[in-house]
């Protein structure tokens, strides 16, 4: 469903916020007091403006209160942070997220009244350290310290083989499951046992990291000549 959003800084967290979401097909307002921040995404929202953000007056003469939601994208500059949250608390904004650079800047938000305050380079940062310790995995989300949800471009290893032949399942040896494929522009989701990997296929697997590392591993040792053939 299309919603109004509008992102506040457009630093590079929020321009590649506008830039998804208007991609999605949102309606983006995009707001900076940097008139080339503004120029630079005009492109990629519905609409681009420069103004003050922590103006009370700016934020109702831009029709703020009737967004569904508002993203509060600054995150060094804490006073403009903490006052943008505050006054679009205040001129009933119903749904706030804010970008926090740290706990306490986080504390604050959540107190004032930020529905949800993310830490994206925190974020990043997990994201990153679980594709160096798993050198298949592209992209992760954390959903506990030994536990995440992981996107796998099928790797040669893998192609040919059923997911109960590679240990997947919640039953299977490696306790890791498989969330959904993405075969070209087919997803599968909840893929049965007897499902085989091909090439080009993406995997979502969950579980836990060490699971999921193990049966990388044991795969990687055990299928690559049999995978090899399948392949030429």
Do not use: W
């Not at 949800?116 to 997990?126: A, D, F, L, Q, W």
């Not at 070209?184 to 993406?202: F, L, N, R, T, Y």
């Not at 697997?205 to 990687?220: I, K, T, V, W």
């Amino acid at each position: 469903m299309k919603k109004q959003v509008a992102v506040i800084g457009l630093g590079r967290f929020g321009a590649s916020l506008v830039q998804t979401l208007h991609g999605a097909g949102h309606e983006v307002l995009a707001i900076d007091k940097d008139e080339g921040k503004v120029q630079n995404i005009a492109g990629s929202a519905a609409h681009a403006v420069q103004a003050d953000a922590t103006n009370e007056s700016v934020l109702t003469e831009l029709g703020l209160k009737d967004f569904e939601v508002a993203v509060v994208a600054m995150g060094s500059d804490i006073e403009s942070s903490v006052l943008c949250t505050i006054l679009l608390r205040k001129i009933g904004v119903t749904y706030i997220i804010a970008r926090a650079d740290h706990d306490l800047h986080g504390k604050i938000l959540e107190r004032i009244g930020a529905n949800r305050v993310v830490y994206p380079e925190h974020e990043m940062g997990i994201s990153v350290a679980h594709t160096v310790m798993l050198r298949e995995v592209d992209d992760y989300m954390s959903l506990d310290p030994d536990y995440g949800i992981s996107k796998l471009n099928s790797p040669k290893y893998l192609v040919g083989c059923t997911l109960e032949q590679l240990g997947f399942g919640p039953t299977g040896k490696s306790g890791v499951a498989i969330l959904l494929i993405k075969r070209g522009e087919e997803i599968i989701v909840a893929p049965a046992m007897s499902e085989k990997v091909q090439v080009g296929d993406v995997l979502v697997p969950y579980g836990r990291d060490d699971h999921l590392e193990s049966m990388l591993n044991e795969a990687r040792k055990n299928y690559p000549a049999e995978n090899a053939e399948k392949q030429s």
